[in-house]
T-cell receptor
């Protein structure tokens, strides 16, 4: 079946540190891949997406590359800020599908 | 505000009571989804609508749960005879039809946090 596996948190980084949050997926074919972010007390917001192999999604300094060969979509940012503290969710969906499949989320705390 | 809105934001209810939540999707979106999220977990799919038709329900959606989208616009999720295990954040999302708009993303509301005491 379809599933998304994320690295377990929580992750704590100092401001300006490099961030990697790992995400791998199990699916047949070529799903669309997404990263969503959830700030405390809020709903999920789309951070970035990629729709085919080798595509790179980017937004607000975050990047993720769709790697078909490793079935991965790792999230990276070169220099994190305190305001990046949130929970990050990796997700996939299908054009012919009925839902979005989410990972369990990775909590990030950035300390000054 | 043209985003997805949910009402109420918070609901505290006694075990055994019925509750109803409302979701207003983005107006041009004909897909509407309900998800449930518990602490430390990702959203779990409950059900989705294509316009007014409810096309799939998760096995998580017991007989006590019912969802409607009567005119293909807003949706309601009702939980009857609530149990403490129903305590969670209930998220609504909407999207364009992915069969027509490939790779489209879902837009989420801020959720309704239900606490059953």
């Amino acid at each position: 079946g379809n599933s998304v596996t994320q690295m377990e948190g929580p992750v704590t980084l100092s401001e300006e540190a490099f961030l990697t949050i790992n995400c791998t997926y199990t699916a047949t074919g070529y799903p669309s891949l997404f990263w969503y972010v959830q700030y405390p007390g809020e709903g999920l917001q789309l951070l970035l997406k990629a729709t085919k192999a080798d595509d790179k999604g980017s937004n607000k300094g975050f990047e993720a590359t769709y790697r078909k060969e490793t079935t991965s979509f790792h999230l990276e940012k070169g220099s994190v800020q305190v305001s990046d503290s949130a929970v990050y969710f990796c997700a996939l969906s299908w054009n012919t599908g009925n839902q979005f499949y989410f990972g369990t989320g990775t909590s990030l705390t950035v300390i000054p | 505000d043209t985003g997805v809105s949910q009402d109420p934001r918070h609901k505290i209810t006694k075990r055994g009571q019925n509750v109803t939540f409302r979701c207003d999707p983005i107006s041009e979106h004909n897909r509407l989804y309900w998800y449930r999220q518990t602490l430390g977990q990702g959203p779990e799919f409950l059900t989705y609508f294509q316009n007014e038709a409810q096309l799939e329900k998760s096995r998580l959606l017991s007989d006590r749960f019912s969802a409607e989208r009567p005119k293909g616009s807003f949706s309601t999720l009702e939980i009857q005879r609530t149990e403490q295990g129903d305590s969670a954040m209930y998220l609504c999302a909407s999207s364009r039809d992915p069969r027509e708009f490939f790779h489209t993303e879902a837009f989420f509301g801020q959720g309704t946090r239900l606490t059953v005491v």
